[in-house]
């Protein structure tokens, strides 16, 4: 199946409905493929090897992990092995055990031949309503940014943009994205700064490649050019999407995304964060709670690209993913329910 370049569902039953398909990550931009999951070790490597990624998206993967799991065997010992498989995949987004709470919630009442049925039916309840929730992001967000933008309507809205929070790291829209997208649909004139997001590239491989399937207006840049265009004034917000928000406000998201908030701090540039309530976490006290993920150096040592990977050093190489932004340099939270300055 060939994307037709605008955002769609990135996660779907399979036609018999036992399974799921999944887009492949790991080819973005340069091949789009399809890929059928039909197991619970299915769903769990997609999640690990990061065929499939962002926070939404692991939860949805993962309901349906245990949904196909339940499929082979309802029974309560089954149910709590590959809720374990799957929790263990990623640690560090919040919605992957939202997600497993949910189909644990849904089945475990019931007989164990109802068991399969129920907890499909709730993956695709969460899918259907992760759509709902960054739709209504994305109208709050809109409000704001054109709230934002009268501000200099003599020139396009600049934001810049960390990883990739759009409809790729969700079910559909994004979170980060859905704004931009109803804003550039509404006419708001729009322009993006896309921070490459090394090491793993997903801002110039994902989010460069959802805009321009948009039509949206951007920018790569490296994540060291950041601090200097705000400096400049060619920044008039920054949006990230998160993996997890902490009780205290504090926001765990993709490795450089505090350095981003540092410099939006120091040069008056508002930075939000966007997020769904399926990516608060309530129960960690604060970022430094959250477990960060520690990837392999691989990813550092050597870049893929277009004909593949090329070593960028022999060095060894520390590979921490993700980072803590404090809640005090968040300027707003903007969640289904509104622009909020806390959560
Ligand atoms: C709406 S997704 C928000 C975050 O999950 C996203 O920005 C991010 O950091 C994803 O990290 P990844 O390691 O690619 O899964």
Not at 180 to 208: K, M, S
Not at 279 to 288: E, N, R
Not at 317 to 342: H, K
Request: proline share 5%.
């Amino acid at each position: 199946m060939i994307l037709e370049g605008i955002h769609q569902r990135s996660i779907k039953r399979t036609a018999d409905g036992a399974g799921a398909c999944i887009l492949d990550q790991r080819e973005l931009p340069w091949a789009v493929t399809w890929v059928e999951l039909r197991s619970a070790r299915d769903a769990e490597i997609a999640i690990r090897e990061m065929w499939t990624r962002g926070a939404p998206l692991i939860g949805a993967t993962a309901a349906y992990g245990l949904a196909m799991a339940l499929a082979e065997d309802g029974s309560d010992s089954a149910l709590a092995a590959s809720y374990a498989l799957l929790l263990e995949a990623r640690p560090t987004a919040v919605n992957l055990k939202w997600a497993l709470d949910k189909i644990v919630e849904a089945a475990r009442p019931l007989p164990v031949s109802d068991r399969a049925a129920a907890a499909f039916a709730r993956a695709d309840a969460i899918c259907d309503e992760d759509v709902a929730l960054n739709q209504a992001i994305g109208q709050h967000g809109l409000a704001m940014l054109r709230t934002l933008h009268a501000q200099h309507p003599e020139r396009p809205l600049n934001i810049l943009t960390h990883c990739n929070a759009g409809w790729l790291a969700t079910v559909d829209y994004g979170t980060a994205t859905a704004p931009i997208y109803l804003a550039h649909d509404a006419g708001l004139p729009v322009h993006v700064w896309v921070d490459e997001t090394r090491p793993r590239n997903q801002g110039a491989l994902l989010t460069a490649f959802e805009l321009a399937g948009h039509g949206v207006p951007h920018t790569v840049i490296t994540d060291n050019a950041g601090g200097h265009l705000m400096m400049r004034g060619q920044v008039d917000a920054v949006i990230v999407g998160t993996d997890r928000v902490a009780a205290n406000g504090d926001v765990c998201n993709k490795i450089g995304t505090y350095l981003k908030a540092l410099a939006a701090k120091d040069n008056a540039v508002p930075f939000y964060v966007a997020l769904p309530y399926t990516t608060f976490d309530p129960d960690t006290a604060t970022g430094a709670d959250v477990p960060i993920e520690e990837r392999p150096g691989e990813e550092v040592t050597w870049v893929a690209g277009e004909g593949g990977r090329i070593r960028v050093t022999a060095s060894d190489a520390a590979n921490p993913a993700f980072d803590v932004t404090p809640a005090r340099l968040v300027t707003g939270y903007l969640t289904e329910r509104g622009l909020v300055d806390r959560v």
